[in-house]
């Protein structure tokens, strides 16, 4: 594919889905700075990728990009300090704000450690409420399947979580 | 917490709705990506290092894909503020160097001045003379300037890796940085040196410290430290890309000197080299005991007082030769345990030669399960981890 045409196709691509991927993204970071290094890191993924997102699998494709994105700024946070910063989230009384945002913000956190098809599959399900049927298309695999990432992915955030919080 | 809580925090970060001025971040930066892309016809790499230096992403990412694009041949970038990205383009592109390195403290190691050019150096140890390295030939040509004599160095294999210019090592280390996007990249500000304002920058993993000072002004390198296991290494005095009288790096026999004839075989190293380095030092040096410490740095320093206890020897000079050349090779031995990040640990102090029940060094090599541990009595044993000698 020569530059013009790969240029033309990333136009499209940005043009189709920029809105599902911010939301992602969003839901992913709950930072605007994390939100911010995962996008560039995604446009870098989308550009470098930009054969492979030529064709029916390309929504695939770019959720993987979408999440290594995220992993990635993740990764880049953790290392400058070792924390994560606090979710900016609705109005609650201060405990309990303080509470859920770091809660939000240790699922947001160990999401992005999961293996790539359970994090896939997380997403989906909680922060695109898709059935489990169009997860087992997504994921290639039976509805059981997709139930069972799911289900393993739950199970993992629990242990990490229960980790994190003693 | 139960899965049903997880799962509330699962649904309420599901529900959260796309804040305005987030889509706008999104729609801004996806945009400028895009216009950058349309705007320009440069090969596409190099557009990645332009979007990526103006938008700030991290240092690290950014020296990953500029690494890329030099392996293209673009050409330097400069920018207003000196970055991780700035700093390492010398390091990568220059074709001369000319520097000075010390092999241990700054205090008390080994100075070694080098002169590169491409892949040849001109390394040049004090009282022990200067050695060509022809780093695509796999060659070394050893000059003695006291008794005149020259030795062609066959270094094919694993040794023509292990002999490449410090410069090349960091250029390794800077290059491999794209395989480890973990590896974090820490400014550490700003300090004087030799005179000159310097900005700092630590790159850091386990088993290695990579410090670069550059100039604030020109963003070039001058101070590099490296710190790998045990050993450091300084680079100081760098100058990059200056005219450099080539026929210094040249392959052919100086007049007045005689040739060797033979080439000495360090196409391979390995243990055994190394224990006869542990064997003349103790032996011959110590008077039976083995040395306090092990580094690049004490190797270096006692290496002309083993030649001279090898020259002692009531032996042929042939035998002699070979005697040094896998000393060498044992060096080498040592020093690839470092740069491939071996684990290795050297327990001899206080442990007299021919102690059987002694451990003096131990190494894991790649890959394997055990170690490998040598004895006072220098025999090799292999022990399983638990196993190993207190």
Same mark, same amino acid.
């Given at each position: 594919?020569?530059?013009?045409?790969?240029?033309?196709?990333?136009?499209?691509?940005?043009?189709?889905?920029?809105?599902?991927?911010?939301?992602?993204?969003?839901?992913?970071?709950?930072?605007?700075?994390?939100?911010?290094?995962?996008?560039?890191?995604?446009?870098?993924?989308?550009?470098?990728?930009?054969?492979?997102?030529?064709?029916?699998?390309?929504?695939?494709?770019?959720?993987?990009?979408?999440?290594?994105?995220?992993?990635?700024?993740?990764?880049?946070?953790?290392?400058?300090?070792?924390?994560?910063?606090?979710?900016?989230?609705?109005?609650?009384?201060?405990?309990?704000?303080?509470?859920?945002?770091?809660?939000?913000?240790?699922?947001?956190?160990?999401?992005?450690?999961?293996?790539?098809?359970?994090?896939?599959?997380?997403?989906?399900?909680?922060?695109?409420?898709?059935?489990?049927?169009?997860?087992?298309?997504?994921?290639?695999?039976?509805?059981?399947?997709?139930?069972?990432?799911?289900?393993?992915?739950?199970?993992?955030?629990?242990?990490?979580?229960?980790?994190?919080?003693? | 917490?139960?899965?049903?809580?997880?799962?509330?925090?699962?649904?309420?970060?599901?529900?959260?709705?796309?804040?305005?001025?987030?889509?706008?971040?999104?729609?801004?930066?996806?945009?400028?990506?895009?216009?950058?892309?349309?705007?320009?016809?440069?090969?596409?790499?190099?557009?990645?290092?332009?979007?990526?230096?103006?938008?700030?992403?991290?240092?690290?990412?950014?020296?990953?894909?500029?690494?890329?694009?030099?392996?293209?041949?673009?050409?330097?970038?400069? /920018?207003?503020?000196?970055? *991780?990205?700035?700093?390492?383009?010398?390091?990568?592109?220059?074709?001369?160097?000319?520097?000075?390195?010390?092999?241990?403290?700054?205090?008390? /190691?080994?100075?070694?001045?080098?002169?590169?050019?491409?892949?040849?150096?001109?390394?040049?140890?004090?009282?022990?003379?200067?050695?060509?390295?022809?780093?695509?030939?796999?060659?070394?040509?050893?000059?003695?300037?006291?008794?005149?004599?020259?030795?062609?160095?066959?270094?094919?294999? %694993?040794?023509?890796?292990?002999?490449?210019?410090?410069?090349?090592?960091?250029?390794?280390?800077?290059?491999?940085?794209?395989?480890? %996007?973990?590896? %974090?990249?820490?400014?550490?500000?700003?300090?004087?040196?030799?005179?000159?304002?310097?900005?700092?920058?630590?790159?850091?993993?386990?088993?290695?410290?990579?410090?670069?000072?550059?100039?604030?002004?020109?963003?070039?390198?001058?101070?590099?430290?490296?710190?790998?296991?045990?050993?450091?290494?300084?680079?100081?005095?760098?100058? *990059?890309?200056?005219?450099?009288?080539?026929?210094?790096?040249?392959?052919?026999?100086?007049?007045?000197?005689?040739?060797?004839?033979?080439?000495?075989?360090?196409?391979?190293?390995?243990?055994?080299?190394?224990?006869?380095?542990?064997?003349?030092?103790?032996?011959?040096?110590?008077?039976?005991?083995?040395?306090?410490?092990?580094?690049?740095?004490?190797?270096?320093?006692?290496?002309?007082?083993?030649?001279?206890?090898?020259?002692?020897?009531?032996?042929?000079?042939?035998?002699?030769?070979?005697?040094?050349?896998?000393?060498?090779?044992?060096?080498?031995?040592?020093?690839?345990?470092?740069?491939?990040?071996?684990?290795?640990?050297?327990? /001899?102090?206080?442990?007299?030669?021919?102690?059987?029940?002694?451990?003096? *060094?131990?190494?894991? %090599?790649?890959?394997?399960?055990?170690?490998?541990?040598?004895?006072?009595?220098?025999?090799?044993?292999?022990?399983?981890?638990?196993?190993?000698?207190?």
């Amino acid at each position: 594919m020569n530059y013009t045409k790969r240029a033309e196709l990333f136009r499209q691509l940005r043009a189709k889905h920029i809105g599902c991927i911010s939301s992602v993204l969003w839901k992913l970071t709950g930072d605007r700075e994390l939100f911010t290094e995962a996008m560039q890191y995604t446009l870098l993924g989308m550009w470098q990728h930009i054969e492979k997102l030529n064709g029916r699998k390309a929504g695939a494709y770019i959720y993987r990009i979408v999440l290594t994105a995220n992993s990635k700024a993740w990764r880049d946070r953790i290392g400058k300090n070792g924390h994560f910063n606090h979710t900016e989230g609705q109005e609650q009384s201060p405990d309990e704000k303080l509470n859920r945002i770091e809660l939000a913000g240790m699922v947001r956190q160990e999401i992005s450690r999961l293996p790539a098809k359970q994090a896939k599959a997380i997403v989906m399900r909680y922060f695109e409420q898709q059935d489990y049927e169009n997860i087992a298309v997504q994921l290639c695999c039976t509805q059981a399947g997709a139930r069972s990432h799911v289900s393993k992915a739950i199970a993992a955030l629990k242990n990490k979580l229960a980790v994190l919080i003693e | 917490m139960n899965n049903e809580k997880i799962e509330e925090i699962l649904k309420n970060i599901g529900a959260e709705k796309l804040p305005a001025d987030v889509l706008e971040i999104a729609e801004h930066k996806s945009r400028d990506f895009e216009k950058t892309l349309t705007q320009s016809k440069q090969p596409k790499l190099i557009i990645l290092r332009d979007y990526i230096m103006r938008n700030k992403l991290t240092k690290l990412a950014a020296a990953a894909v500029i690494i890329i694009a030099v392996t293209i041949g673009v050409s330097q970038f400069l /920018g207003g503020t000196v970055t *991780f990205a700035d700093v390492i383009q010398p390091i990568l592109n220059a074709r001369t160097i000319v520097l000075d390195l010390v092999v241990g403290s700054e205090e008390t /190691g080994l100075l070694v001045h080098d002169i590169v050019v491409g892949t040849k150096i001109r390394r040049t140890i004090p009282n022990m003379g200067p050695t060509i390295i022809d780093l695509d030939n796999a060659r070394m040509l050893r000059l003695d300037p006291l008794d005149k004599s020259a030795v062609y160095v066959d270094i094919q294999g %694993p040794f023509q890796k292990g002999m490449k210019n410090h410069i090349g090592l960091v250029r390794d280390i800077v290059a491999d940085m794209e395989n480890h %996007p973990e590896w %974090p990249v820490q400014e550490l500000g700003q300090r004087q040196i030799d005179g000159q304002r310097a900005v700092g920058f630590l790159l850091s993993e386990p088993k290695m410290k990579l410090t670069i000072w550059a100039d604030t002004e020109t963003a070039a390198p001058i101070r590099i430290e490296l710190l790998m296991g045990q050993s450091q290494t300084i680079i100081k005095n760098i100058e *990059f890309d200056v005219l450099v009288d080539e026929s210094l790096v040249s392959m052919d026999i100086p007049d007045g000197y005689t040739l060797y004839e033979g080439e000495l075989d360090y196409t391979d190293f390995d243990e055994q080299d190394f224990i006869i380095i542990l064997q003349f030092w103790a032996e011959h040096v110590l008077g039976g005991n083995f040395p306090d410490s092990m580094s690049a740095e004490d190797i270096l320093k006692v290496a002309p007082v083993l030649r001279q206890k090898v020259d002692q020897l009531n032996i042929s000079d042939e035998e002699k030769m070979q005697i040094g050349a896998a000393m060498g090779r044992g060096f080498m031995f040592f020093r690839q345990l470092e740069f491939s990040r071996t684990d290795w640990h050297y327990v /001899g102090k206080g442990v007299e030669f021919d102690d059987a029940n002694t451990a003096v *060094f131990l190494y894991r %090599p790649k890959g394997s399960d055990t170690y490998r541990v040598i004895y006072g009595d220098l025999s090799v044993k292999d022990s399983a981890p638990e196993d190993l000698p207190q």
